[in-house]
């Protein structure tokens, strides 16, 4: 692809204006929202969410998040049943994708679902992310904003890192508030399937798929560059250790043991100990409860053998 350049704008009306000229333009924009950094574009426009597929390295079978304003915006392309749109008004805006059927009309492109006969919504509450689909007035596709499979970004920078040059845009919003991508849930006949844990806890276990039918669900994920050890109480002598609780590290997720802290951590400190001279990290044991199953899913993913797909 031809290497562009890559600005970065702080948050707030002139950004906002300029990612909206891009995005009918069908150009590609890195987001802030509450959960990571968006990468958006057009998701009407095929050639748009194909430059999505582009930038990220991201395999076809793969599909995207698409974000929209509301629950009226959402009924367009997917059909709710009476379960979905009590959950929908329950949590959107906010980090809780939906996995529902494609209407035979919707106006998405098809390479947004894969291909697939279902679509995954997500309503955001970041104010940038939320100006920007008013701005835009259509739906957007916007998986995160990094090159395919590997660590999630939660700051301008992690972004820039990952895909400068490859995108017309960096929005800056801060720090991402949860730091972890939103929780995933299928729903249909009477039935609600968790598909990714996440910072919303629905209180039913993760469902065993038998293939992709949401973003995030490849075995390697979220990965660093370097080797991850899981379930260390102590480092070795070639590891940088991300500690919590009374594991300590060279930095930790959280000394209290803070699950909400860990998660909002969690993404910055892989950058971090990505960044480190040792050649292998390690993590500290998060406790399998509550947000922690979320972080646990990322950090087992992140360890998992990487194949260039996610």
Known sequence: MTAQNTRVLPEGPEAIAEAARLILAGELVAM??????????DATNGEAVARI??????PGFNPLIIHVSDLTQGEEIAAFDEDSRALAGAHWPGPLTLVLPLRDDAPVAALATAGLPTVALRAPAHPAMRDLLAAVGRPLAAPSANASGR????????????????????????????????????VGGGARRLLRPGPIDLGIAPWAADGIEAPGQLASHYAPAKPLR????????????????????NASLSASGDLVEAAAKLFDLLHEADARPAPRIAVAPIPEE??????????RRAAAPWEGQA
């Open 32 to 41: 802030p929202t509450e959960t990571v950094y968006g990468l958006a574009a």
């Open 53 to 58: 597929y582009e930038a990220k390295g991201r």
């Open 151 to 186: 660590i999630s970004p939660t700051r301008a920078e992690h972004v820039r890192a990952s895909l400068g040059g490859r995108i017309a845009l960096i929005v800056d919003g801060g720090a991402s508030g949860h730091g972890i991508e939103s929780t995933i849930v299928a």
């Open 230 to 249: 899981l379930q260390a109480t102590e480092a070795e002598a070639d590891e940088w250790l991300i500690g919590f609780g009374p594991v300590a590290g």
């Open 290 to 299: 509550g947000l922690g199953i979320a972080i646990n899913d990322r950090l």
